[in-house]
Nanobody, 121 residues
Framework: QVQLVESGGGVVQSGGSLTLSCSAS????????MGWYRQADGKQRELVAM???????TYADSVNGRFTIATPGTDDTSQLQMNSLKPEDTAVYSC???????????????WGYGTRVTVSS
């Protein structure tokens, strides 16, 4: 099993910055994908950013150039640096970890409970 705990959410003014962290413990494989998703009130959950264990990153168009995902490398943690925040970034942000086998086939995935980010105008 894998446990994911997010932190760093809060209230920030438009144009401000926040850094979210996802701390993972348990059976995280060396070959994995760490991702951040968000769900705004009344909307479907969407992918924000993801990073593979090979440091390949993907971003949603709406955050590309403003958000940066990274894995510091000291432990099984991912961070999402969010700059130039906009009111439309307001959502619950959740961390996801996907384990893959040596052929990059998905094995299992796990979710955190989420952390709320509110951007005021």
């Amino acid at each position: 099993q894998v446990q994911l705990v997010e932190s760093g959410g809060g209230v920030v003014q438009s144009g401000g910055s926040l850094t979210l962290s996802c701390s993972a413990s348990g059976n995280i494989r060396n070959n994995n994908i760490m991702g951040w998703y968000r769900q705004a009130d009344g909307k479907q959950r969407e992918l924000v950013a993801m990073i593979t264990s090979y440091n390949y990153t993907t971003y949603a168009d709406s955050v590309n150039g403003r958000f940066t995902i990274a894995t510091p490398g000291t432990d099984d943690t991912s961070q999402l640096q969010m700059n130039s925040l906009k009111p439309e970034d307001t959502a619950v942000y959740s961390c996801k970890a996907k384990n893959r086998d040596p052929l990059n086939r998905p094995v299992d995935d796990f979710w955190g409970y989420g952390t709320r980010v509110t951007v005021s105008s």
